[in-house]
């Protein structure tokens, strides 16, 4: 069966500091892969999706950058965060035949 | 693009009555429309979807109705129970590529 796992669960970063969120998706090949951002008590922001290796789409401009460097794993970077930041990472994953989303345990992260 | 429209933000109902979450979409080509459940500090997860070619789907005591003409759908839950209480998203696909575009979420609380 399919699995996703990302982390780090939680960090707390200072403002114009670097980030790095990691999702690996497990049995299946060639997922679509997301970023979503969900803003304390808001709703879910798509940030990224990509279709396969180095194809990454932005779906916000901001300061995030998005990485796909093999198959089953998107990284999530920041090279200087803001306070604005803050949120509840979520990584998910779909199959390219399939309609339904699938979310990661998602990455709390907050910005001092 | 694509704008979801998800209503009321906040519902609370006493147990064992209905509860009934309602949306709205503008891309008359959407064609795949889940819903989430999301509870306190959690991912989000799939509860029950629909496909433009049904009207009504149900599972025990969940059920989503579709209206294409409107462009609306509603999730119903019947017979509440208080682990029913969480924030609840409804989606609707875009593009080629089916992602999805999420409203901003119901919080609802079942009261014993």
């Known amino acids: 069966s399919q699995t996703i796992h990302q982390w780090p669960a939680t960090l707390v970063q200072p403002v114009g500091s670097p980030l790095s969120l990691e999702c690996t998706v497990e049995?299946?090949?060639?997922?679509?892969l997301y970023w979503y951002r969900q803003a304390a008590g808001r709703g879910l922001q798509l940030l990224f999706y990509s279709i396969g290796i180095d194809q990454i789409s932005s779906e916000v401009p901001q300061n995030l950058s998005a990485s796909r460097p093999q198959d089953r794993q998107f990284i999530l970077s920041s090279k200087k965060l803001l306070l604005s930041d803050s949120g509840f990472y979520l990584c998910?994953?779909?199959?390219?035949?399939?309609?339904?989303?699938?979310f990661g345990e998602g990455s709390w992260l907050t910005v001092v | 693009g694509e704008n979801v429209e998800q209503h009321p933000s906040t519902l609370s109902v006493q147990e064992g009555d209905s509860a009934v979450i309602k949306c709205t979409y503008s891309d008359s080509a959407s064609n795949y429309f889940p819903w989430y459940k999301q509870e306190l500090g959690k991912r989000p997860q799939l509860i029950i979807d629909i496909r433009s070619n049904v009207g009504e789907k149900k599972d025990q005591r969940i059920a989503v109705t579709l209206n294409k003409t409107a462009k609306h759908f509603s999730l119903h839950i019947t017979e509440t129970q208080p682990e029913d209480s969480a924030v609840y998203f409804c989606?609707?696909?875009?593009?080629?590529?089916?992602?999805?575009?999420f409203g901003k979420g119901t919080k609802l609380s079942v009261k014993p």
């Open positions: 049995g299946t090949s060639n997922p679509n």
């Open positions: 989606a609707a696909s875009i593009g080629s590529q089916g992602n999805l575009i």
């Open positions: 998910a994953w779909r199959d390219h035949s399939g309609n339904t989303i699938y």
